[in-house]
C-alpha cells in the first residue's frame, strides 16, 4: 500500500506519514539529492517526462510495482482527509497545517467498498471541459484524442462526450488512490490512447507549456474511464503543499466565500 508522491525536485519529505514515497520523475534528466525511487528504472517512459508530465511516474508505477493499493500525488500536492474546501482551510487556519490523509484510512475506503479515491471536481475555466481545453490549449489535439477512443474503445465514446461536452468540472491533477486490478486496467486504456495520440500529433513547435499536452490529457480521460465504468468514487480535497500554510489557507478561504457569494447573488 504506497501514495507514491510525484516530484521533479527535493522537497521537505520527511514529514510525510507512513505510506507516501517520493518518485523522482523525468529522471534522466533532473537530480536526485535525496535518492528518491525514480521513473528511470525498468520498463520507463522518463524521457517523456517533458510531454507526459506526471503520467511517466504512473507509467513506472504500472510496470514496476506490486502494491496492493496505489495512489499517485501530483507534485507533492495532497489529498486531505475533509470533503469541504472550506473545512480544509478553517482547519490549516487553526493548526497552522495541512496534514495529507494517513494512507490507513484511504486503505479502509477500499476495504468498504470504495474502488476510486479522486480530487473532488473543480471548475477549469469558462463553458464545457471542451471549451475550455479549447482555450487554454490545440482543440484539435482533443479531436485527435477523440477519433482515437471513437475507433479503438467505441464504448468510451458517449461517457467522453458527456463529460468533456457537458461538464464543466472534473477531477484534475491525475490523483488517485485505489486498488492494484483497478490501476491496471486503467493504466492499460489510457496509455493505449495516449501512445496512439503520440503518433498523430506534432507537438515540435509547441512552446514548452503546450508540450505538457498528454498529462492535460490524462487530467480529463481519468474523467471519462470513471464515467463508463462507474464505480463506487470518494472525492477528497486536494491541496498544494509548498502553499498551504495559515496565511495561504486564510486568503484561500476568503477568496472561496467571496466567489461563492458573487455566485449566488
Same mark, same amino acid.
Request: hydrophobic content about 35%; charged content about 20%.
Given at each position: 500500500?504506497?501514495?507514491?508522491?510525484?516530484?521533479?525536485?527535493?522537497?521537505?519529505?520527511?514529514?510525510?506519514?507512513?505510506?507516501?514515497?517520493?518518485?523522482?520523475?523525468?529522471?534522466?534528466?533532473?537530480?536526485?539529492?535525496?535518492?528518491?525511487?525514480?521513473?528511470?528504472?525498468?520498463?520507463?517512459?522518463?524521457?517523456?517526462?517533458?510531454?507526459?508530465?506526471?503520467?511517466?511516474?504512473?507509467?513506472?508505477?504500472?510496470?514496476?510495482?506490486?502494491?496492493?493499493?496505489?495512489?499517485?500525488?501530483?507534485?507533492?500536492? $495532497?489529498?486531505?482527509?475533509?470533503?469541504? !474546501?472550506?473545512?480544509?482551510? #478553517?482547519?490549516?487556519?487553526?493548526?497552522? @497545517?495541512? %496534514? &495529507?490523509?494517513?494512507?490507513?484510512?484511504?486503505?479502509?475506503?477500499?476495504?468498504?467498498?470504495?474502488?476510486?479515491?479522486?480530487?473532488?471536481?473543480?471548475?477549469?475555466?469558462?463553458?464545457?471541459?471542451?471549451?475550455?481545453?479549447?482555450?487554454?490549449?490545440?482543440?484539435?489535439?482533443?479531436?485527435?484524442?477523440?477519433?482515437?477512443?471513437?475507433?479503438?474503445?467505441?464504448?468510451?465514446?458517449?461517457?467522453?462526450?458527456?463529460?468533456?461536452?457537458?461538464?464543466?468540472?472534473?477531477?484534475?491533477?491525475?490523483?488517485?488512490?485505489?486498488?492494484?486490478?483497478?490501476?491496471?486496467?486503467?493504466?492499460?486504456?489510457?496509455?493505449?490512447?495516449?501512445?496512439?495520440?503520440?503518433?498523430?500529433?506534432?507537438?515540435?513547435?509547441?512552446?514548452? $507549456?503546450?508540450?505538457?499536452?498528454?498529462? !492535460?490529457?490524462?487530467?480529463? #480521460?481519468?474523467?471519462?474511464?470513471?464515467? @463508463?465504468? %462507474? &464505480?463506487?468514487?470518494?472525492?477528497?480535497?486536494?491541496?498544494?503543499?509548498?502553499?498551504?500554510?495559515?496565511?495561504?489557507?486564510?486568503?484561500?478561504?476568503?477568496?472561496?466565500?467571496?466567489?461563492?457569494?458573487?455566485?449566488?447573488?
Amino acid at each position: 500500500m504506497t501514495f507514491y508522491v510525484i516530484t521533479h525536485k527535493h522537497f521537505n519529505y520527511q514529514s510525510l506519514p507512513i505510506g507516501y514515497t517520493p518518485l523522482l520523475v523525468g529522471a534522466n534528466k533532473n537530480q536526485n539529492p535525496d535518492s528518491f525511487i525514480t521513473d528511470n528504472t525498468g520498463d520507463n517512459i522518463s524521457n517523456k517526462n517533458y510531454s507526459f508530465c506526471e503520467l511517466t511516474g504512473l507509467y513506472w508505477m504500472w510496470k514496476n510495482t506490486k502494491d496492493k493499493n496505489i495512489g499517485l500525488a501530483h507534485y507533492r500536492r $495532497y489529498f486531505s482527509k475533509y470533503t469541504s !474546501f472550506n473545512i480544509l482551510y #478553517l482547519t490549516t487556519i487553526i493548526k497552522g @497545517h495541512s %496534514q &495529507p490523509v494517513s494512507v490507513s484510512q484511504l486503505d479502509t475506503w477500499l476495504k468498504d467498498g470504495t474502488d476510486w479515491i479522486v480530487a473532488t471536481p473543480q471548475i477549469g475555466g469558462v463553458g464545457s471541459l471542451w471549451e475550455q481545453f479549447d482555450h487554454f490549449h490545440h482543440i484539435k489535439d482533443l479531436e485527435i484524442t477523440r477519433n482515437i477512443i471513437k475507433e479503438t474503445f467505441p464504448e468510451y465514446i458517449s461517457s467522453f462526450d458527456k463529460v468533456m461536452k457537458h461538464n464543466n468540472q472534473a477531477s484534475f491533477y491525475n490523483m488517485f488512490y485505489t486498488r492494484r486490478e483497478e490501476m491496471d486496467k486503467y493504466c492499460e486504456w489510457l496509455f493505449e490512447i495516449l501512445f496512439q495520440a503520440e503518433k498523430q500529433v506534432d507537438i515540435s513547435s509547441y512552446d514548452q $507549456y503546450q508540450q505538457r499536452l498528454y498529462g !492535460f490529457l490524462g487530467e480529463r #480521460l481519468l474523467n471519462v474511464w470513471l464515467d @463508463h465504468r %462507474q &464505480p463506487k468514487i470518494k472525492q477528497l480535497v486536494e491541496y498544494n503543499s509548498d502553499s498551504m500554510a495559515r496565511i495561504d489557507a486564510a486568503r484561500l478561504l476568503k477568496h472561496n466565500l467571496i466567489t461563492r457569494n458573487v455566485n449566488l447573488s
